[in-house]
């Protein structure tokens, strides 16, 4: 009897590793993911029913809008300002949108996507951290940035000499130092200023401002730059845009009230050279009239430090 008993352990043993293999094989691929936020990218967060997904956000969360409530549930709890849970309520496969407002003033588009319970082919993030983009407060890359030619808005010490502190606050003040002193407008409901560029190694940045003078709220896209001018087509007098790729820019909100302004500073390599009637334009637009930017002239080269004020 006990030869039995023991054969009968010795089968349930071996049998154990092949059980436990098969389940692992059932389930879906674990992920934990970092990406970093770009406010024109949509981050994609895969879920799977019986499974809850989070997502890490750097600032305090205010708000969580879902696309398919039915489908998919979203949790936010106050205890937790910088987490929210989303779920897959639906054991069909579903797709639909999340858009997660930050108390700074960002927003993250999310693109949920759940093969359903019967597919495990397709992973599930158990944790979507969302990093802080990599922003112009790098002193090597710009060494000295000046605004209205006397203020500094980027440390000449190194970069380990920064005093340590929350990453928000110290780009909010350095970017109240950054503020444009005495703007000179360019257009009417939407005004747009740029202040005095200042040079790196190859790099230029401008501080710039923004006005809403007009009645309603707006939402601005992310700055432009253009080189911008006439075709030598005499006859044509075609006015040319050229664009100019942009390494990183910030700006205090996209979202203007009646009367508010905004501040930022956009950092890009500025071209080599430019024709006579070439001019280099900071561009800047609303999200529901692309079409109808409003152009501010940027200084081609910007000041020695030291010259005249």
Same mark, same amino acid.
């Given at each position: 009897m006990k030869i039995c008993l023991s054969l009968v352990h010795l089968i349930t043993i071996s049998f154990l590793p092949f059980q436990?293999?098969?389940? !692992?094989? %059932?389930?879906?691929?674990?992920?934990?993911?970092?990406?970093?936020?770009?406010?024109?990218? *949509?981050? *994609?967060?895969?879920?799977?029913?019986g499974y809850v997904s989070s997502v890490h956000v750097i600032e305090e969360v205010t708000s969580v809008v879902l696309g398919d409530p039915g489908a998919f549930k979203a949790e936010h709890s106050e205890a937790e300002p910088?987490?929210?849970?989303?779920?897959?309520?639906?054991?069909?496969?579903? !797709?639909t949108n999340a858009l997660i407002a930050t108390k700074g003033g960002r927003e993250i588009a999310l693109s949920l996507v759940s093969g359903g319970r019967s597919d495990n082919r397709e992973p599930v993030d158990?944790?979507?951290?969302?990093?802080?983009?990599?922003?112009?407060?790098?002193?090597?890359?710009?060494?000295?940035?000046? *605004?209205?030619?006397?203020?500094?808005i980027v440390p000449t010490e190194p970069a380990t000499s920064v005093p340590q502190g929350n990453p928000v606050d110290q780009e909010a003040e350095l970017l109240k130092s950054a503020r444009v002193a005495n703007p000179q407008w360019q257009g009417k409901l939407l005004r747009v200023a740029a202040g005095q560029p200042s040079e790196g190694d190859h790099d230029m940045a401008v501080p710039f401002a923004v006005l809403n003078s007009s009645e309603r709220s707006i939402e601005l896209l992310p700055p432009q730059i253009q080189l911008g001018g006439i075709s030598k087509n005499k006859h044509l007098k075609a006015i040319k845009a050229e664009p100019v790729g942009i390494k990183n820019y910030w700006i205090t909100t996209r979202k203007l009230a009646p009367g508010a302004r905004a501040d930022g500073v956009v950092v890009f390599e500025r071209p080599n050279f430019k024709e006579s009637r070439e001019t280099l334009l900071l561009s800047i637009a609303?999200? %529901?009239?692309?079409?109808?930017?409003?152009?501010?002239?940027i200084a081609f080269v910007a000041p020695l430090p030291g010259g005249t004020k």
């Open positions: 436990i293999a098969s389940a !692992q094989a %059932d389930m879906p691929q674990a992920r934990v993911v970092s990406l970093s936020v770009d406010p024109e990218q *949509v981050l *994609v967060l895969h879920v799977h029913p910088h987490l929210v849970f989303f779920k897959a309520t639906s054991t069909k496969a579903a !797709q158990y944790l979507l951290t969302c990093e802080r983009p990599h922003s112009f407060l790098i002193a090597a890359a710009i060494p000295t940035v000046v *605004v209205g030619e006397t203020t500094s609303q999200a %529901d009239q692309v079409d109808h930017p409003v152009m501010a002239p």
